[in-house]
């Protein structure tokens, strides 16, 4: 016992008191120390976060199975509140254990009823590998639900060969690791590549696919006239007749929440290839109303004007909704992708040049505004990389044009971690790529993210790899070590 209880009324306490020193040492990546901290299931019922926690350090320490497995016992025998269940099935689902969650939803009679459980539901069926659960998870969802609205291929089409296209010569991303680096990571990014380069070894090719007289709400959830979830993101719909709101036609569903600009490029944009076809003509794209200003700005300059998008803040009822199949790795289908980003590369190298910007061949992407991860010394990284020719632009203060025409003309692209690396989007099949990578415990995934577009578009990719101190206020990073990359790359 790690904290002394003198009666039950005291395991509140003792619980907060557990959670605020795991949660510190969390924060400095001591993720082995925090498991005595949160492995003690007395305290879980008066403070679930501490079983949330106890799984991600689990699977940071690399002893995910066993704690699933705890963590899982203990959700199916207890009486938690149905949303606090379905957060430790979330994690439980970080882990992969598909089965362990499904013994878990199928399990509990008030879960039916929640929001989340449909796209619980949909996660399992998504990730698990097994047959014979796949098959169990439908046919209760059949008896439960009645049998889901089904997609049917649309007479829409991406202009893509049936076949998987050959990527030629493939390049390997180049890591330069820091000796302050845990090997924890070299191992991880080896396992993440390898299973990215299965991903593209086994995907499909970009299809679309289309829903026929659903609602869809601003969040992309969709249902039917008599109320059956086709897509549910865990948020309870209003009931509905299609007089109640406006109908569109044809619909485009190009919804999502966007934190940054990464994931609308590579998740959303370049689904909508297919629009710039006659055939789509008359396709409305919905848009979330309080999306970020550079989903709609992308899309004109790709030429899709504001007159084929619908700004959506409450449900519509479409006649045809259309939706795209494509996935990361359905880039390696370049050719599906490709219509919307060259032609809104062109418009936007047209409309630099009319402002009269000037492309630099040696860019460097500048964090010198960043409020996270910002580099302490940063101007004098600046200096040395403009005594190599490189110029430094601030992204932030840039036009949206101008920041893919500067990307598109660059011949070598410097920046450390961060948005304007999505941009690598729009770089020309020469281009090499050098990114200053922070790396610590819990974001190796995410992390890699430009190394596997890199990968997709089979750039150059270069990365010197640090860990900075946890909570630092600044991130000061080796300059020299990644300055001999950069010069490895101009050679």
Known sequence: ??????????????????????????????????????????????????????????????????????????????????????????????????????????????LLSHPLFLKTANRILAQTSSKTEKADVRAFLRRTFGRPEPARPSLLRFDVAATRPDLGPVRTPQFTWSADVSPDHQTRWAATEASFRHLLDIGRAPRLVEFSNVFIDPIGQIWTEDGRMVKSKGVATPTLSRSDVRTVPVAFNALGYTKGIFHWLTDRFVNTSFLLEPAAADVTVLLRATAPAFEAASLALAGIGA????????????????????????????????????????????????DGFSAPRRLYISRRDATRRAIDGEDRLEAALE????????????????QIAAAMAADVIVAPHGAGLSHILFAKPTARIVELLPVSPGTHHLRFNYAKLSILRNLDYRAFVEEPPVKAALWRPDIPALLKVVDGALH
């Open 1 to 110: 016992m790690l904290f002394s209880r003198g009666n039950a009324k005291n395991v509140a306490l003792d619980a907060r008191n557990a959670l605020k020193k795991a949660r510190r040492i969390a924060a400095e990546g001591r993720w082995r120390s925090v498991l005595p901290l949160t492995r003690d299931e007395a305290l879980w019922g008066a403070e679930p976060r501490l079983a949330e926690l106890h799984l991600i350090a689990a699977r940071e320490a690399g002893e995910r199975e066993s704690a699933a497995a705890q963590v899982a016992r203990f959700v199916a025998a207890s009486t938690l509140d149905p949303t606090i269940k379905f957060v430790l099935m979330r994690e439980l689902l970080v882990t992969n254990d598909t089965a362990s969650t499904w013994a878990i939803l199928g399990a509990d009679d008030r």
């Open 307 to 354: 007159d084929r998008v619908l700004m959506l803040s409450e449900p519509v009822f479409c006649e045809r909704l259309v939706l795209a199949r494509v996935g990361f790795a359905g880039l390696r289908w370049w050719g599906g992708a490709a219509p919307t980003v060259l032609a809104a590369a062109e418009a936007a190298a047209a409309a630099a040049e009319q």
């Open 387 to 402: 005594s190599r020719g490189f110029t430094p632009l601030l992204f932030s203060k840039l036009p949206f044009a101008h």
